[in-house]
């Protein structure tokens, strides 16, 4: 998992997360969660967008995290 940061004037490359095997959307929020946490940041008010290689895991993740 590739973790970016965009700004209005800014981006920040939060940097990769090794992801092995199955990694359904709830795994996914979790680790993307600590991963904003180290850098202070809140999934809720932060983020805007969210890709992954996997129709059904985006729209889960969305549902869940109410993106």
């Known amino acids: 998992m590739y973790v970016n940061v965009h700004e209005k004037n800014n981006h920040y490359n ?8 199955s990694f359904p959307a709830e795994k996914c929020l979790s680790i993307l ?3 904003l946490a180290d850098f202070g940041l809140d999934i809720g008010p932060s983020i805007i967008c969210a890709v992954s290689d996997g ?3 985006m ?3 969305g549902r869940i995290t109410s993106l």
């Open 14 to 21: 939060l940097g990769m997360i090794r992801m092995s095997g």
């Open 33 to 35: 969660e600590n991963r």
């Open 55 to 57: 129709a059904s895991v």
């Open 59 to 61: 729209k889960k993740l």
